[in-house]
Every structure is written in C-alpha cells, then in structure tokens.
C-alpha cells in the first residue's frame, strides 16, 4: 500500500465556500429547504444572535451561539455542533462570522430555524457514510478546538474531541474493529506515552490512521517508512505489543 499523499496546498476562504456549495448540490442537501434561500432572511437571523452589534456587527460570541444552539435543539456533546460549525466555517467554537453564516445556509438553502433543523438531521445521518462530509468535519474540528494564538490542541481536549468523533453515540463513527478497541488503546497509549500537544499535521492523519485501521485492521499495510508522523508509528508497536500481551494472534 502505498504511503499517504503529500498534503494539498490550502484553499481560499472563496475556494472553500464554492467547494462546499458544489458537494451540497451535488449531494442532494439543498432539499433542506423548499428553494433558494434569500441572504436578506439570514441575515435578519444572524442579527437575532449577536452579542454586542455596537462593538462586533458581523459576528456572533459565545452567548449568542449559546442561544443559538438551544433554538436549534442541538446537544453540545454531540457532533451536530461540529458538524455546524464546520459548514459555516467557524472561526473558533461558539464564533460565527456573517459572511460564512450566510454564505453556509445558502448553500443548504436553510433560512429557518426549522429547514437548518433538517439540514443538520440530515447531514448528521449522512457522517457514518459519506467519507467526504465526515473527513471535512474531522478537519475543521481542529480549528474549533484550537486554544485561541495557539497552533496546537492540548492533549487532554483533543481526547475530549476524539472521543466524540469517534463515538456513534454521539453521531460519530466508532473506532473500534473485531480485534482491536482502537480508540481506547489510542487514548491511553497518548496518556501514557505521548503526554504533548497534537499539531495539525498530527490530528488529519489519525483520522487516516482511523480509516485504515477499519478497512483492515491486520496492518498488513503497514509501511514504516511511510510519511505517517513519529507518534502513529510509535502507535502501531504499542498495538502489536498488547495484542502479544493479550495472547492475540499478530496479524500484522
């Protein structure tokens, strides 16, 4: 199998927005809405949840998202609220910025509360089978997550989002294989070994990682020389050790 690919050279924000409105058509999701939504109504919608419109007219705080949230009947566990903020690409979580939330309910052509209502039902149920959509998500997710001026997540949140992405209790996809609780042993093999921050680079191939490990959990595809970063090769010894450990047969 060959090593991953070299990571893509970023998108615009405009790029961003044209590559989402192109899989929304693409993907069926503007039927959350009986037509075109109308940028006038969304953006009456947005003024309803400003926090301070004197000091910050296009955009959207904590309190406001609060708010938001609770008229959209969406559990702040659950990865509806990530699911959210990655289709208006949120700046950070609880933050929403006028242009991508207009710009993002177009493209689901939700301009209600209950057609966005629909909209994120639909997307959610979309996320254990659609890669693309599920991917995004995860991607994103770093933003949200990401302290404010830092460039990396601390351990101890990411184990909060991974467990949230990785659960189908909370609307994610379960990190778990016949053999090998994935998850759980990658939570503790960072507790236990890593204990540092997990930069970008670090947080987009575990969910590679992820992926692979479910389409074949021997690891028989395994390179180690591939262009997987130092704590996931790290990883993949501690795997083969706790399955010698546990008297498993080392299908890897």
């Not at 979580?93 to 629909?118: P, S």
């Not at 595809?221 to 591939?226: A, C, H, S, T, V």
Request: hydrophobic share 35%.
């Amino acid at each position: 199998m060959a090593p991953p690919k070299k990571k893509d050279k970023p998108l615009s924000n405009a790029s961003k927005v044209d590559k989402r409105k192109k899989y929304f058509q693409q993907t069926g999701s503007s039927k959350a809405g009986s037509g075109p939504a109308g940028s006038q109504t969304l953006n009456k919608l947005f003024d309803k949840y400003r926090d301070a419109p004197a000091d910050n007219p296009d955009g959207i705080g904590i309190d406001g998202s609060m708010k938001y949230m609770q008229d959209l009947k969406v559990d702040l566990e659950d990865i509806a609220v990530l699911i959210i903020g990655e289709a208006l690409q949120s700046p950070s979580m609880g933050e929403f910025t006028r242009e991508d939330f207009v710009a993002g309910w177009k493209g689901l052509n939700a301009d209600t509360i209950t057609k966005q209502q629909h909209a994120i039902i639909s997307l959610r149920k979309k996320i254990p089978t659609d890669p693309e959509l599920c991917r995004r998500v995860y991607r994103h997710t770093f933003q949200l997550a990401r302290p404010a001026s830092q460039k990396s997540i601390p351990l101890e949140i990411a184990i909060e989002y991974w467990r949230l992405l990785f659960s189908s209790a909370h609307g994610g996809v379960d990190w778990v294989s016949n053999s090998t609780l994935w998850l759980e042993w990658w939570l503790m093999f960072l507790q236990e070994k890593w204990k540092k921050s997990v930069n970008r680079d670090m947080w987009n191939m575990t969910y590679e990682f992820c992926k692979k490990t479910m389409e074949d959990e021997s690891l028989g595809w395994w390179d180690e020389n591939g262009a997987w970063p130092g704590v996931v090769d790290d990883f993949v010894l501690y795997v083969k050790q706790r399955r010698e450990q546990d008297g498993m047969m080392d299908i890897g």
